[in-house]
């Protein structure tokens, strides 16, 4: 992250945004946190890093793109009327890792199928809290602490996870820094890798369940994070 803010590859206005209270803050902890995120990651399985990665880099173009509608059924209702939004893209393109990586995780086709749901759905839901800074990232440590309990796979991802959030916490709090739809995408990856890794099919299930409800109700999930 220190790097990212010397240099500023590019023109130093790419990695600057405005937030929600109109301060200008820089976008340097959104690649930081996903390459840590997938790196962390892939010492513990190469499709778990990957997809943690893919889903960084879908973030990083919706963050260039700059589309402003949030939510499932904003994008969907676009793509219906024959737009393709950079929200559409990144759900397309998430869906595709997460489903990808659930393949390669698990080995009943079932399985395969909730897991990629799981982990494409976290990426989507940590998005969606994503509205004031440290909703994302605070959201991932919580959700990813009892991980932290588990052995083997499901604990180290959860370490993946939880670091990259804790370690660009601060910075987010602070509204020195934003970690923007790179770094949200990513740490949401990362954390529905490490419940993959940690469930079986009946886990898988009901995370599946309550994170395809979480993306319908898109709106109500985000007004909620907004009101914290």
Do not use: Q
């Not at 793109?65 to 397309?92: I, P, Q, W």
């Not at 997460?98 to 086709?109: D, S």
């Not at 910075?171 to 790179?182: A, F, H, V």
């Amino acid at each position: 992250m220190g790097l990212l803010r010397r240099t500023a590859p590019g023109t130093r206005a790419r990695w600057e945004r405005k937030n929600y209270a109109g301060r200008t803050v820089g976008l340097y902890a959104g690649p930081a946190a996903a390459l840590a995120a997938a790196a962390g990651a892939a010492r513990v399985h190469p499709a778990a890093g990957a997809a943690v990665l893919a889903a960084g880099l879908c973030g990083a173009y919706d963050d260039v793109a700059g589309d402003h509608r949030r939510g499932l059924r904003a994008h969907l209702g676009a793509l219906r009327g024959g737009e393709v939004t950079s929200g559409a893209v990144k759900l397309f393109g998430i869906s595709a890792a997460g489903l990808a990586a659930g393949a390669l995780l698990k080995e009943r086709p079932l399985d395969k199928v909730l897991a990629g749901v799981v982990i494409a759905g976290a990426a989507h839901f940590v998005n969606l809290v994503d509205v004031r800074p440290g909703r994302a990232a605070g959201a991932v440590l919580a959700l990813g602490a009892p991980g932290l309990l588990r052995k083997g796979p499901g604990g180290a991802l959860a370490a993946a996870a939880t670091g990259a959030a804790a370690a660009v916490l601060p910075d987010d709090l602070g509204e020195r820094m934003m970690i923007g739809d790179t770094g949200a995408h990513a740490l949401g990856a990362a954390l529905g890798a490490a419940v993959v890794a940690g469930n079986r099919r009946a886990g898988l299930l009901a995370h599946a369940a309550a994170l395809v409800t979480a993306a319908v109700h898109g709106d109500r999930v985000t007004a909620w994070a907004r009101a914290l």
